[in-house]
């Protein structure tokens, strides 16, 4: 059984930071892609930021250079640091995760983490 758990959103006033944090655990073979996603109220879901296995990361233009994205491959951890933050950026962030699992390619979604930037 693969999971992602996602620990660090919360309430912050505009201008602040904050640091996400996705693990995967099970039993995996490969993490490859690993996402995070976020979703506002009556808004649909977007990407927000990617970071293939051993390649460069990319983002939005609406998170760009206020973003960052970086893994921990030791311990299968995604990371989202957060700077800058406006108001609109408040949703509920998703990280996903491409896994290799017994010789099979499979999407994996965290349970979602809740970021609020309000003064």
């Known amino acids: 059984q693969v999971q992602l758990v996602e620990s660090g959103g919360g309430l912050v006033q505009p201008g602040g930071s904050l640091r996400l944090s996705c693990t995967v655990s099970?039993?995996?073979?490969?993490?490859?892609?690993m996402d995070w996603h976020r979703q506002a109220p009556g808004k649909e879901r977007e990407l927000v930021a990617t970071i293939p296995k051993g390649g460069s990361a990319s983002y939005s233009d609406s998170v760009k250079g206020r973003f960052t994205i970086s893994r921990d491959a030791a311990k299968g951890t995604v990371y989202l640091q957060m700077n800058s933050l406006k108001p609109e950026d408040t949703a509920i962030y998703y990280c996903?995760?491409?896994?290799?699992?017994?010789?099979?390619?499979?999407?994996?979604w965290g349970q979602g983490t809740q970021v609020t930037v309000s003064s």
């Open positions: 996903k995760a491409r896994v290799l699992v017994a010789g099979v390619l499979i999407t994996y």
């Open positions: 099970g039993n995996i073979f490969t993490i490859y892609t």
